[in-house]
């Protein structure tokens, strides 16, 4: 069982709305959690970073929220745009270094 | 530095051939991983260089696949009698203490 998951698989919106992806995980011990943005046949490019002690972090529209209690984040994009069509990924990395990667949420934002 | 460069782009070949990718990490990134991507799925990691070092490598990498990075610098990524199984995206990044993965835009491989 994948120790990160992320939901909703996919979803369309239309520009300018905004949208909320959820990411929840059981990897112990926690040590951070990165979003990674991957548009479609290029390489993920990170978004966020945050430590167990950091609950938010902005980049520009995105910004992500970190529960370490509960073991969920979420990125919110705001005011979505065409460009923010792309795969959103969830990785969670553990004490020991290693990194574990959702399997993403597609967005298709919409004219 | 223009990021973490991947070669070829795009390989199609045939089963039971060999092929062999190539990672060029930014410059100043001690740290060098390869991962496999299917459509729909999130990276999976198959090995990861300290340098020159291979400290780790997943049981994904099974004995056809073999990855070196001599002298610390470039990477390459050799499967041998490929599969069917093995078409993906191969994807390398690379990253320096602290910092987030750099990844590059991977390597296509379709086995027909």
């Known amino acids: 069982k994948n120790q990160v998951e992320q939901s909703p698989q996919s979803l369309i919106i239309l520009e300018g709305k905004n949208c909320t992806l959820q990411?929840?995980?059981?990897?112990?011990?926690?040590?951070?959690l990165r979003w990674y943005k991957q548009d479609t046949g290029r390489g993920p490019v990170s978004l966020t970073i945050?430590?167990?002690?950091?609950n938010t972090k902005s980049n520009g529209r995105y910004t992500a929220t970190l529960d370490a209690d509960t073991k969920q984040s979420s990125l919110h994009i705001t005011a979505s745009q065409l460009s923010d069509s792309a795969s959103y990924i969830c990785?969670?990395?553990?004490?020991?270094?290693?990194?574990?990667f959702g399997a993403g949420t597609q967005v298709v934002v919409t004219p | 530095d223009t990021g973490v460069s991947q070669n070829p782009r795009h390989k199609i070949t045939k089963r039971g051939q060999n092929v062999t990718f190539r990672c060029d990490p930014i410059?100043?990134?001690?740290?060098l991983y390869w991962y496999r991507q299917t459509l729909g799925q999130g990276p999976e990691f198959l090995t990861y260089?300290?340098?020159?070092?291979?400290?780790?490598k997943s049981r994904l990498l099974s004995d056809r696949f073999s990855a070196e990075r001599p002298k610390g610098s470039f990477s390459t990524l050799e499967i041998q009698r490929t599969e069917q199984g093995d078409s993906a995206m191969y994807l390398c990044?690379?990253?320096?203490?602290?910092?987030?993965?750099?990844f590059g835009n991977g390597t296509r491989l379709t086995v027909t």
């Open positions: 990044a690379s990253s320096d203490v602290g910092s987030p993965l750099h």
């Open positions: 990411c929840n995980y059981t990897v112990s011990p926690f040590s951070n």
């Open positions: 945050m430590t167990f002690s950091e």
């Open positions: 990785v969670v990395g553990g004490s020991w270094g290693k990194l574990q």
């Open positions: 410059s100043e990134h001690n740290r």
């Open positions: 260089f300290q340098n020159e070092a291979q400290l780790e």
